[in-house]
């Protein structure tokens, strides 16, 4: 479904109506429905600017990312939000941000208040491997790790922030080797698999309830479209032939397909449920299109807090 | 050979004395409210400021905190300056407009000395980046406490020093104190192996009092950065004798317990070469109450050096 | 991109390479930003720059916005003309610290003992969907600190020039915002402001009037200029000064101009409280509020985080309608004042070439 949703967007957006940058998902998608199916109902998660699929994954709901992407009144935020800026506290989405790891903190605070209020629950912090160059995500881990706060740290690993390799911006081998120093869990997955993710979190869910300390998830990933945009960067200097290839030829949607088909599914039972889902993004689709403008009125709501 | 020792240990007693010396007579300084400024005193830590500094020649450039006033001791600062900046009068080595927290002697290499907590680490890095850049063999040391580690910005310099090689010596100067709060309710981590982690050679001291081994581990280390060998991270432990700020003791408080410095005292250099101390003591004297006149002497800043050096 | 000698236009863009081309022909500049050695070289201002001068001197960074902008006032305290660049001002909120605790008070503090000069180039986002964390305008939160050199330049000539007088001889931080929208404009020599001082950190004359005095930032001195193009042909005459450098404002330039026309607006980038318009407004009621034959009017940014939304983005900013209306509203002294208005919804349509996403 995110697939289909982004791929929509790679469609329309050249059309010029939905006028937000777009930091898109696609290739990375196992990470965030992995996670967020293994959180199930029982998790808070806080995403990057890079959120579709985090979004999706979390709240199922691409009617109002939608409407929310082409600036209109049914979407998350009435169209104030774009595409950087999705969420739905209902859902346990609360929130993601254009500043690179400024969400990490917000979700440690998330586990903090649901180690008083909601035992069990579980905050998860998605955030790509260039968040780990800021001190906030040091600060974080270590606030978290020292109040043993039921809280999970995801980091998409795909090598790049923008079009910089970690080769140029770590002093360190190796970031799980660092993190392992903390008093946390650690997890690393380079399946691209969304069934292996997802039993991963599966077990560092556990961990992080029985033991009472944060886990560390680092999933491998690659991110198929230039880092803010709808197109294909493939002849850029910084992308590497042989990576891309590894990484189309693992892609996180064909492999599921295919398992599907493995397990005995029947090939037009599968087509079927593609279809219905893109007939439901079509209509999410025409929905936003139809849905009205915000109107000049709403321009300053919500910009202090209002008394009920 | 034996004498050649003697001498230097001499030296390194009598800065070290003079530190003492010149922060009690701050305390006893302090109730008269001649020194309006907040004091972050380092008795107790003294030794390692004066090992680290005595390999350091006025080109090794060194960044430390507010609790500075032995770094700018150990590092070759004027006393009268010192003392007259203290007072906040116009002799001070910055007009007054410093004060204890923002200690700094440019000519012997002591670099502005920041208040906030961890803020002059990266500017260590970047001094280091530049020496680096001018093919300078420039030895540049960052000194900061224990409560430091926690902040974000010591991450990204750590990361950033080790990605460009940079000839910087990290220094923790170790108190397992921030404040009040003891290390192991701040730190999820050990922070030796977690530095070692990023690629940066660790040395450990765990006597702060002992002088001869920070100055040969310091030497040593510096030589190293001076060679090209990229940063070094030392921890040296040592212990806080008087409260966090002020004048005062703080035993009673319930955070920690005179027991606690009992032991450090039976190291401390002060106490072991009790007979060095009594030779020096009348020269140390002197030395002080030469500054303190200066201080007193000199006359308050006004209304012209408000507004000067603003950009 | 092609430099003869002396061209006779430049776009910003140009201007923005050129600037770090020369600086970083001087052995002790040291420029430093996320992306600034990748193919797209911080959009085209730095491109080839690493390869020609050494990526030793034009240096790819982490995302550690507090850590590099502390490395950049150790490198400038060891002898370095430290660059750091920001693709987006918003992004230097993670570096406040460094910037107002240390690197504004760090000559002060110590008394004179250090100079810290640097460049810090931040890049105001604007239009097409960037949204509440790209696109603020915060010239006044460092205007307000001692300290600071804060610049906005609004030409291809203020940039070459003011960041030529920043490397070479302005001893202290400046902290510049360049505005995006600018980036694919092009400036011809002969049609610069006039500089009203002896640096180019001066106030500019955009255009010389008699009916009212426009004080103007950034890409609102272009709007400024475009208004007072079209008010002249209908009777009203604009004395439109670009502020350029917000954080130290020649009184004499404003009270002169404002004691001529009696009239006074101020059109700024940012939000209205605290800002420019209240700033400019100090002089003058300090100064002489008796000049004034009419209520000073400001137009800035709404007061609320930037919405992403297309219709409430043309609304939260002013335009060049609303800004001509509010000018002859103003020398007219009437709301019906009779003067033909331009019509233009969004300024990001006419400005752009640029169309998202970044
Ligand atoms: C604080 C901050 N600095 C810089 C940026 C500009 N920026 C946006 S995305 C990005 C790269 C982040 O890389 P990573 O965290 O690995 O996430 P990815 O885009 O690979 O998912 C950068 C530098 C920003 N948005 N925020
Ligand atoms: C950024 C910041 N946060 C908090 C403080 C208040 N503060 C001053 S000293 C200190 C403790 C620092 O501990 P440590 O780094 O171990 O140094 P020590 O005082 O033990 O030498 C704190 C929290 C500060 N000055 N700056
Ligand atoms: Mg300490």
Redesign the pocket.
Known sequence: MTRRCEETIVRIYPDDEMKTPM?MSMGQEAVAVGVCRALGNNGDVVA???SHATYLAQTEDHGSFFGELHGRVNGTADGKSGSMHLADIPKGMLGST????AGIPVAVGAAFANKQNSPGRIAAAF?????TD?GVFWESLNVSCAMGLPMMFVC?D?D???HTRKSHRQGFNSLVEVVKKYRCSVYEDDTNDVESIYAMTRSAIAQIIAMGTPAFLNVKTY?YLE?CGTTMDSDAPYRRAEEDAYWKGRDCVALQRARLLANGLAEKDVVAVENEINAAILASVAAAKAAAHPTPQQLYYGVFYEAP | MANTHNERLKRLIYQTLLIRRIEERVIELYPSDKIQSPVHLSIGQEPVAVGLCEPMTARDVLFTTYRGHAYYVAKGGKLPELMAELYGRKGGVSGGKAGSMHLAAPEVGMMGSSAVVASTIPHAVGAALAAKVRGDKQAIITIFGDGAIEEGVYHESLNFASLHKLPVLFVCENNALAVHTPLRERQAFDIVTHAKAYNINTTVIEDGNDLIKIADTSAKLLESLRSGGGPEWLMIKTYRYKEHVGPGDDFDSGYRSRAEMEKWLATDPLYRWADLVKEMEADVKSEIDRAVAFAEASPAPGLADLLTDVE | MTHQAQPTALSYREALFKAMHDAMALPNTLVFG?GVNDHKGIFGTTTGLGEKFGKNRMIEVP?A?EGVTGICIGAALNGAYPINIH??AD?VL?AMNQIINLAAKYKYMFGGLFDVPMLVRLVIGRSWGQGAQHSQSLQSLFAHIPGLRVIMPASSGAIVDSYAHAVQHHRGPVISLEHRLMYDLTFERDHEPTVLGKTPFSQRRVRKGNDVTVVSTSIMSLEARRAADWLADRGVSCDVIDLHCVSHIDANVIMESVGRTGRLLVADTSWQPYGVGAEICRIVCERDPGALKAPVVTLGMAAAPCPTAKSLEDIYYPNLTTLTDSIAKLVRGKADHGIELPHERSMADVYKRFKGPF
Do not use: C, T
Request: proline letters at 4%; hydrophobic letters at 45%; charged letters at 25%.
């Open positions: 930091h990057s600017y890079r254009g500043i690179v790891a955030f790509g491997d260039g968040a800021e998409e795909n790049l922030a923008v991110r880092p | 996320q995302l916005e693709i987006r992004f993670l």
